[in-house]
């Protein structure tokens, strides 16, 4: 159940792998080779988006000649994933081709590519995988957590431009809070819901989501005893009360909504308007990468 796309070289000629290992450290969130049963295998993993995929070399014999065949390396893209799976190794696996002189073939259509693909038809060709995988999927009855792509690509956005967000922002304004933005499944009302947590109602990026899960630290008994309470409420109708209290910052041309510090409390006071819930057992935490567009 996954996207294995194959390197063609001139008579299988073995690649440039000591290149490849230059070039890979060249790039974020590649670790270190893995050389397990005569297979070379590179991990590239995204702690901010929970995007992984591999690159592998397995050496054989070359053919010779002037045929294109197949070298040794691979990359491979799991199915049953969001489409932003695809969206992020698209580059990193069009870049193989295009720098070492490689040319790329679904292994199992036998569809060739150029030596300098767009990254559009890795996504096209995961794409059209990914489609069969999730049919005989659901044909077989198996259950799986599906939202609309826009709300995937809505995650994917913000997630990945979280740790460029956090650096801005904090050159200004240290103690600002930078969320992560979790999916939560409602089981009363059976759908994946995008959730944040506001700490103490501190400054803030507010970013695109559902819910808003309010965080408080109360003390009790003369302040010697803390206790934690949790509370959520619906990010629409936060908004429509503490919008005077917002700002938007653009960083690096994505805009992102901002609650600062002096403004913190013009919020806070708005919240008693609020219907809030307490009933935080309703929802389970699905990791984003288990989540699969549902119109994709």
């Not at 569809?111 to 990254?119: E, T």
């Not at 934690?228 to 690096?252: F, N, S, W």
Request: glycine share 6%; with cysteine.
């Amino acid at each position: 159940m996954s996207l294995v796309i194959e390197y063609l070289s001139v008579g299988g000629l073995r690649p440039d792998l000591a290149g490849l290992e230059a070039w890979k450290r060249e790039l974020s969130f590649f670790q270190d080779p893995v050389d397990q049963d005569g297979v070379r295998t590179w991990w590239y993993r995204n702690p901010s988006t929970g995007v992984y995929f591999s690159v592998s070399y397995r050496h054989q014999d070359p053919m010779g000649g002037d045929q294109w065949a197949p070298c040794g390396l691979e990359a491979l893209v799991n199915h049953l994933r969001p489409d932003y799976f695809a969206r992020e190794a698209g580059p990193v696996l069009a870049g193989i081709a295009r720098d070492f002189g490689l040319v790329p073939r679904d292994a199992d259509t036998g569809r060739i590519l150029s030596m300098d693909p767009d990254p559009e038809q890795i996504l096209s060709i995961w794409l059209e995988g990914n489609r069969l995988v999730r049919e005989e999927t659901l044909d077989q009855g198996r259950r799986l957590h599906m939202v609309p792509l826009q709300t995937n690509l809505k995650w994917w956005e913000y997630s990945r431009r979280r740790p460029r967000i956090e650096e801005a922002l904090r050159r200004e304004a240290p103690g600002i809070a930078v969320p992560e933005v979790h999916f939560l499944h409602s089981r009363p009302l059976d759908r994946l819901q995008m959730a944040f947590s506001w700490e103490n109602e501190g400054a803030t990026v507010f970013p695109p989501a559902d819910l808003v899960i309010l965080d408080r630290t109360e003390k009790k008994f003369l302040g010697f005893k803390k206790e934690r309470k949790l509370a959520y409420v619906a990010q629409d109708a936060l908004m429509r009360q503490i919008v005077g209290a917002l700002k938007t910052i653009e960083v690096d041309g994505y805009p992102v909504r901002v609650l600062t510090r002096e403004n913190a409390w013009r919020a806070a006071e708005r919240l008693p308007m609020l219907p809030l819930n307490e009933d935080l057992d309703v929802f389970q935490n699905v990791l984003p990468s288990r989540i699969v567009d549902a119109d994709s």
